[in-house]
């Protein structure tokens, strides 16, 4: 084969890959917001309303309880979540740790990300049960918190180590101590940083398995930090397996708010990582 | 402004990694009190790395050794109770490649200020800022965007800003390592008028491999080859009547690695002396 051919039939192979990633993302946004969208649309109240008492059979109120359960578990869990991470990452890239630890630290961490996250809903689950704990919003926040750790704590690890080494060297021929040193390197990475925390939420916030055994699945509003509670992808599938076309129809409905919080989420760390890049240096690139 | 003179005595740089390799080699120099020295030689021969031990810098790196001492003032700078970051004040540091800090220009200069706490009120802050980018140069082309971010100026302009950021600290000597190298020959141009502005004022060491810019800037030039210093002369008699063989291999444009020596082992750059931690090579650029 001519090697102009070749490249024109490689240029035509990612194109199309391109393509077909892109294309899935449209499918999956268009027909969450076209069935989504038009339940909202009929009834936007359902967001705000809370669940009626027989709401998973008949869709009698709305699915408030889930909204405010996914903000109420995934919020301070990313809260909790971005300390440790943050911490960690900024351990591992000091001059606090040796470039060994860090390494081997790293690579647990890649395994933790690897695992599958219902294996953190069965861990805490098992410790609800050695507990004699019942489940409840709290348990959500561990799980998803043990959850995002590895995520974001990656995510800050490679922000800070493609930090440029000369902002360390200059603090440091500065006279800054190692922590004045290490927070002008936070900021340096702080795009990288900011991708992580969101990467982090959106994971938490769209994650089902380990809130199915460690939060109660329950239909009602949530009651307290020790009382039982439901998220959104809970809900959706439960909602999903409904024999009340209504119900069913409700899960679309939770989609689309699911999908356009990640969204939003996203486009927000986009804006404010920009913001931040300006400064780093090579920020225009 | 100081008359405090820097030394070395008998400095030696081991990297201690996978290979144990010796980049500096028990240096004795002085450096006299304001004047422009450069440290010339070819990649390799332990330039940065030298420049680096001077202010402790080595000290945030793992698996480097030095032995023998930096004295400044007559004062040690390794066996000492004072914190490093204090020398390093005192020593200041410019890296090769010029480096906004991720704040504002104004921020850049007020940086090392703010963190020693070297200003009384906002308005002498300004005034000290605005001082420092004055004596660089830089003061009519930023004073109507202080608050712009640092990194969007220009490459030159960075490099002025980083000697500004570094001055404003009222350090003894200042450490410049290859300053102009990353950059265009009107910046670099601009650099070194900066330089030569404040040679008189500051004692300044400048490591290079450009001779030109040693002729150009240097009052005092000291050559390095393999972590050895060669020969250390005044700026004329240096480069006029070089007194030793290799000096004058080099000053003829060539290496002076066949008339020594040293196995060929020795030659090679030291590694990395933090890997993945960014690749501060220890040692000049390859």
């Keep these: 084969m001519n090697r102009y051919t070749t490249q024109r039939l490689f240029g035509i192979a990612v194109r199309a890959a391109a393509l077909l990633v892109v294309g899935v993302l449209l499918l999956v946004i268009g027909v969450t917001v076209v069935r989504g969208g038009g339940v909202l649309l009929a009834d936007p109240s359902i967001v705000l309303t809370p669940p009626g008492s027989r709401y998973m059979l008949e869709g ?8 405010l359960g996914s903000l109420f578990i995934v919020g301070p869990a990313t809260i909790v979540s971005m300390v440790a991470a943050v911490s960690t990452a900024v351990y591992l890239q000091s001059d606090y740790s040796s470039k060994r630890f860090s390494d081997a630290v790293n690579m647990f961490l890649n395994v933790l990300w690897g695992t599958p996250p219902i294996v953190y809903g069965v861990f805490v689950l098992t410790i609800i049960i050695a507990t004699g704990a019942q489940t409840s919003l709290f348990f959500g926040i561990v799980a998803i918190a043990i959850f995002q750790y590895p995520i974001m704590t990656r995510y800050t690890d490679e922000a800070l180590r493609a930090a440029p080494e000369t902002v360390r060297e200059s603090t440091y021929g500065l006279g800054a101590t190692r922590f004045e040193s290490m927070r002008m390197t936070v900021r340096a990475a702080a795009p990288g940083v900011i991708a992580g925390l969101v990467m982090g939420f959106a994971r938490g916030i769209g994650d089902a398995a380990t809130v199915l055994f460690t939060t109660g699945r329950s239909t009602r509003m949530p009651g307290g930090l020790f009382e039982a509670a439901t998220t959104l992808p809970v809900l ?3 909602q999903a397996m409904s024999f009340n076309p209504e119900v069913r129809s409700h899960a679309y409905a939770a989609a689309f708010v699911l999908t356009i919080a990640v969204l939003g989420l996203i486009l927000l760390s986009k804006l404010l990582a920009g913001r931040y890049a300006r400064y780093t240096p090579g920020g225009n690139r | 402004m100081t008359e405090i003179p820097l030394t070395t005595d008998q400095l030696s740089v081991t990297y201690t990694g996978d290979r144990e390799i010796e980049a500096v080699k028990g240096v004795s120099i002085d450096f006299p009190a304001n004047t422009l020295t450069t440290i010339i030689g070819p990649s390799g021969c332990g330039k940065s790395t030298l420049l680096k031990s001077l202010n402790r810098l080595h000290d945030i790196q793992e698996n480097v050794e030095i032995d023998g001492d930096v004295l400044l003032s007559g004062d040690s700078v390794y066996n000492t109770n004072v914190p ?9 540091y410019v890296p090769q490649t010029p480096t906004a800090l991720p704040v504002s220009i104004y921020e850049n200069v007020a940086y090392g200020l703010r963190i020693h706490g070297d200003y009384e009120s906002k308005a002498d802050l300004d005034e000290k800022v605005e001082t420092y980018l004055r004596k660089v140069n830089l003061w009519d082309e930023v ?11 220009s490459t030159g302009q960075i490099q002025r800003l980083c000697v500004a950021r570094s001055l404003a600290v009222e350090p003894d000597v200042l450490l410049c390592d290859e300053v102009t190298s990353a950059l265009d020959p009107v910046s670099a141009e601009s650099v070194e008028k900066t330089l030569r502005k404040l040679k008189s004022e500051y004692t300044i ?6 001779m030109a810019q040693a002729r150009r800037l240097a009052d005092e030039v000291v050559f390095l080859y393999l972590g050895e210093v060669i020969e250390s002369n005044d700026v004329q008699s240096f480069f006029e009547d070089p007194q030793e063989e290799r000096t004058k291999t080099f000053i003829g444009g060539t290496t002076p690695v066949d008339r020594d020596d040293t196995p060929a082992e020795q030659t090679a750059t030291p590694p990395a002396p933090d890997g993945s931690k960014g690749s501060t090579a220890g040692d000049d650029k390859q």
Excluded: N
């Design chain 2, 143 to 153: 004073a109507d965007r202080l608050d712009a971010p640092g990194a969007e100026l």
């Design chain 2, 205 to 210: 060491i400048l490591v290079t491999h450009s």
């Design chain 1, 60 to 67: 009698t109120g709305g699915f408030l309880h889930a909204v």
């Design chain 1, 236 to 238: 959706i599938f439960d």
């Design chain 2, 84 to 92: 490093a970051p204090e020398i390093r004040r005192q020593i200041g």
